[in-house]
């Protein structure tokens, strides 16, 4: 009894292991990015601080490409994503309860149900024959199949968002005889607007990152950040790839912190 | 009357161009790949417009080509029955890794809480070729895990991990193990502490609380965590491919040989839908459980 206050929460052991889960997180991302940092020419030796992979990678045409290929897919799949998911958000949200809401959810929320390589292969029969049909190879498979994969993670923070609003603002300015474009333009968009942004940016991560989907559906010399990354693998690791990954790694936590920050803003005017 | 119906089609009509979108490059495709499943192989890839079994007996069955007779095809098997283990051991590994780390988060001061709940959403978030990358580089033979052992003279030679089962368990564990802490800690943050009091107070011991209280109503939660690190695990493509090199295929690679070298997309098709087949079987023992015990989902 002379000790400080029992405490319930206390499990013993727990502490211990949850430190070294962190510690067992963090050690290899944290490594990783050391390394990029290393002037040797292999991934082995440490050969002292150097910006030079950053430099290689920079330089070579192919990550150049890559990049510009990986923004170019994000920020449409992530633009088109976010705009057919606001406007089924607001469909299945405002309008109360109707019949086949539920087949809509299942709909919208199919692709993090089926396993990634089933929807490749599926991509992969499907626009082949488009690609042989039409003789279209450009980057268009390529934004279709990411809008479509970034479409439940847009979904579910703009639902999120308009289920912790009230919507006595909307009905106040129908009462003022507002047409539901204006109401929708004037009231809703701006109260909505931290949720889209935050599904706009889980969205474009979502793209940045895909691997699986991109191997199967790209064409010849449309490699995109990872799928070259995943194709340099086939010799050994260099450290132009820890470059490169520690670059990505650095935009995604970049871009989650915004959308912390965002969505901690809402909580904050909500309470 | 005329209200509820508008609605509805306001409804129908808003999620239209999201649902035209998955229909063209989502469920639509998945349904080819059904009807691929019955056809016969084509000669070098694609497939013969004629109706076949082929391919759902060569799932599990092999012909001879010289006598006929009919066997288990092993090599599918075998594959099969790795995927089955290290996507069982991975949720294993995660969950007793996951639920410590979920409680140390959930019983933080409201105002760190956050942080720690942000430690845990990066590596989530995270590109998982990159932390499977990351993990590569710990445990290849010159990497971090056998130059710590050989320094300390625990080993005299680097032991071969990577490229093997352990190495993609390992990898495996590490990637996924956001995704079992996620879920148990939203259980455990909705847990009602009172009721451990009340436990102890009636003399309980911290494993009675443990087994008797804490996990029976945590339970959605650790259901949900263990469907969400199983399904990807048994459909794992990138992390066998890397760290298991070429021979220590899942259901995932192996799929993908069907549609590349194996030349056979029937068979390719068959085996998605299998794997198809077991991860909406998973998500409905999941949804049955969690309706069941929690009111809230």
Redesign the interface.
């Known amino acids: 009894m002379s000790r400080r206050a029992f405490d319930v929460t206390r499990l013993p052991g727990f502490t211990t292991v949850a430190v070294v889960a962190f510690l067992l997180l963090y050690a290899p991302i944290v490594t990783l990015v050391i390394y990029s940092f290393n002037g040797g020419n292999s991934v082995n030796q440490w050969g002292g601080f150097s910006l030079k992979w950053y430099a290689i990678a920079a330089e070579n045409e192919a990550v150049q490409g890559a990049a510009v290929r990986s923004l170019v897919i994000a920020v449409w799949a992530s633009v088109i994503a976010t705009t057919v998911a606001t406007m089924a958000a607001l469909g299945t949200t405002r309008r109360g309860r109707f019949k086949g809401q539920t087949l809509i959810y299942v709909l919208i929320n199919q692709p993090l149900m089926v396993p990634e390589i089933v929807t490749a292969v599926a991509l992969l029969i499907f626009f082949s024959s488009i690609k042989i049909a039409t003789g279209y190879s450009g980057l268009g498979y390529l934004v279709l199949a990411h809008s479509a994969f970034c479409v439940p993670f847009a979904y579910l923070p703009i639902k999120a968002r308009l289920e912790g609003m009230d919507d006595a603002m909307e009905v106040a300015a129908a009462d003022l005889y507002a047409t539901p474009w204006q109401t929708f333009r004037y009231v809703t968009l701006p109260l909505l607007t931290p949720g889209v942004i935050a599904g706009a940016m889980l969205a474009f991560v979502i793209s940045l990152d895909d691997v699986i989907i991109t191997e199967f559906v790209k064409s010849a010399g449309q490699d995109t950040l990872p799928t070259y990354m995943l194709g340099q693998l086939r010799r050994a690791l260099t450290p132009e790839v820890n470059a490169i990954s520690t670059a990505l790694l650095a935009l995604t936590v970049v871009i989650l912190t915004l959308f912390f920050l965002i969505t901690r803003k809402r909580d904050g005017t909500r309470d | 009357m005329t209200g ?1 119906r508008s ?2 089609a ?6 239209a ?3 035209l ?10 349904l ?2 059904a009807v ?1 499943s019955f056809l016969e192989k084509g000669d070098y890839s694609g497939v013969r417009w004629i109706l076949s079994g082929d391919a759902w007996f060569g799932v599990l069955f092999k012909r001879d080509i010289f006598d006929g007779t009919v066997s288990l095809a092993d090599a599918n098997l075998s594959i099969f029955w790795r995927s089955a283990r290290l996507s069982l051991a991975t949720t294993f590994i995660t969950f ?6 979920a ?3 959930a ?1 933080r001061p409201a105002k760190v809480r ?1 942080f720690w709940l ?6 989530f ?7 499977t ?6 445990i ?1 033979n ?1 990497g ?1 895990l056998n130059t710590a052992l050989i320094n300390l003279g625990l080993i005299s030679e680097p032991i071969q991990i990577l490229y093997t089962d352990a190495a993609v368990l390992i990898g495996m564990a ?1 990637v996924y ?2 995704l079992m ?1 996620l879920p148990l800690f939203a259980a455990i943050d909705r847990f009602d ?1 009172r009721l ?2 009340a436990g ?1 107070d009636l003399y309980a011991s ?1 494993w009675q ?2 087994r008797r209280i804490i996990l029976p109503i945590i339970r959605p939660g650790i259901v949900a965590g263990c469907i969400l690190v199983f ?2 695990s ?2 794992a ?2 992390t066998p ?2 760290l298991g090199g070429g021979k220590n295929m899942m ?2 690679n192996f ?2 040989l069907q ?1 590349g070298q194996g030349q056979n ?1 029937p068979l ?2 068959a085996l ?1 839908m299998v ?2 087949i077991v ?2 079987l998973a ?1 409905l023992v999941y949804t049955r459980v969690s309706s069941k015990d929690d009111p809230h989902v």
Not at chain 2, 96 to 101: A, H, R, Y
Not at chain 2, 125 to 131: D, Q
């Open positions: 509820r609605k509805a306001d409804g129908w009509l808003l999620s161009p999201a649902l979108l998955l229909l063209i490059a989502a469920s639509g495709p998945l080819i790949v691929y007793v890794l996951g639920l410590p780390t409680w140390f988060i019983t956050a942000f430690l845990i959403t990066i590596p978030w995270t590109n998982l070729l990159i932390r990358f990351a993990i590569m580089e710990v290849r010159q971090l590490y193990l956001p802490v502490f451990i009091e102890y911290r609380i443990l399904v990807p048994l459909g493509y990138v491919r890397v259901i995932g799929i993908e549609f997309w390719g098709s998605s794997l198809l991860v909406l998500l």
